[in-house]
């Protein structure tokens, strides 16, 4: 029995905040989590949005698929430039210039701009406890310059800076542990989410709006250009990276760990590797050594979810 409690009363809109018409591949995991993103949010939003994917499919000169307020800014400065903001329309507000009302102020960033290039302005901007919220689509590589290897590269995923050979096996490290990062600032909400879970996705994207300080979600944002696999499988290889325990879904809210949604049983890693190209050259005795890495980190994460749940 798989635990998948999760609530979306008045979530869901008709309305769009993030336009058709942008250039994404075709199956582009981003496209789809920008969309569920934005109707989370709805208007009441400012965007503030790294360099990446995400800017350059959205608002080729003279369109924008943007129908909220948006910014584009450099890839390493994403989270101080919403910083600059939400303290502006704070002091607007204070001295009469602006009407008082709720303003949701957003920084959307991928895995390159959030884990390398923006890691220092998002650790600033969490430290100094603004109020936040800072979405990492996570496509686990920088896709938009040619698919080279980041901090969220898995270990033994070939990109064209960690190839597979008969030495090195393609990526060598493991994963960033970007939200873990998160938590440790002791900020009162972190997440992760999965385009191929919508409800699950918009319901922590809600949660985190409406958290008063910085709040944080990592949103697995299938790529089929970059991982090596038909368009039409993104909805399910984004399944099978949380059903096999390699993209865990959970929250943390001040402290708590909660997984959204288990599974009793994690299916094998190889389900999951074998369906992209960039894990073809793979050796049976390497899915084994990342079968138990998995298992060892999913491990942790039930062990962290049943001490603190206890926690007063």
């Known amino acids: 029995m798989i635990n998948y409690t999760v609530y979306v009363p008045n979530l869901l809109t008709k309305k769009e905040y993030f336009a058709a018409g942008h250039r994404a591949c075709q199956g582009c995991g981003l496209a789809l989590a920008v969309r569920y993103t934005m109707k989370a949010a709805g208007e009441n939003v400012i965007v503030a949005n790294a360099t990446g994917c ?84 996570d496509n686990e590589a920088y896709m938009n310059t040619g698919i080279q290897r980041s901090g969220s590269t898995p270990f033994g995923a070939h990109t064209t800076t960690s190839p597979a050979g008969s030495v090195k096996r393609g990526q060598s490290t493991w994963k960033k542990d970007m939200p873990a990062i998160c938590v440790a600032h002791n900020i009162p909400y972190v997440a992760t989410a999965n385009i191929s879970y919508p409800f699950d996705l918009m319901e922590k994207i809600k949660k985190a709006l409406e958290t008063e300080g910085p709040s944080y979600v990592h949103v697995l944002s299938v790529c089929p250009t970059g991982w090596g696999h038909p368009p039409d499988d993104t909805i399910r290889i984004g399944r099978l990276a949380t059903e096999t325990g390699i993209f865990p879904l959970y929250e943390v809210v001040n402290g708590r760990y909660r997984l959204t949604i288990d599974f009793p049983d994690l299916k094998p890693v190889e389900e999951y590797l074998h369906a992209q190209a960039r894990f073809k050259h793979l050796r049976d005795e390497e899915i084994r050594y990342i079968q138990e890495r998995v298992h060892k980190e999913y491990k942790k994460l039930r062990r962290l979810q049943e001490i603190t749940q206890k926690m007063e």
């Open 54 to 137: 995400l800017e350059i499919i959205s608002t080729p000169i003279p369109y924008t698929s943007w129908c909220v307020p948006w910014i584009h800014v450099a890839f390493e400065n994403a989270a101080a430039v919403i910083s600059g903001v939400e303290a502006a329309y704070k002091v607007m507000e204070r001295k009469g210039r602006i009407k008082k009302r709720k303003i949701y102020f957003l920084t959307l960033a991928g895995d390159g701009g959030t884990t390398d290039i923006g890691l220092q302005a998002l650790s600033g901007a969490m430290e100094r406890f603004h109020n936040f919220t800072y979405i990492c689509f």
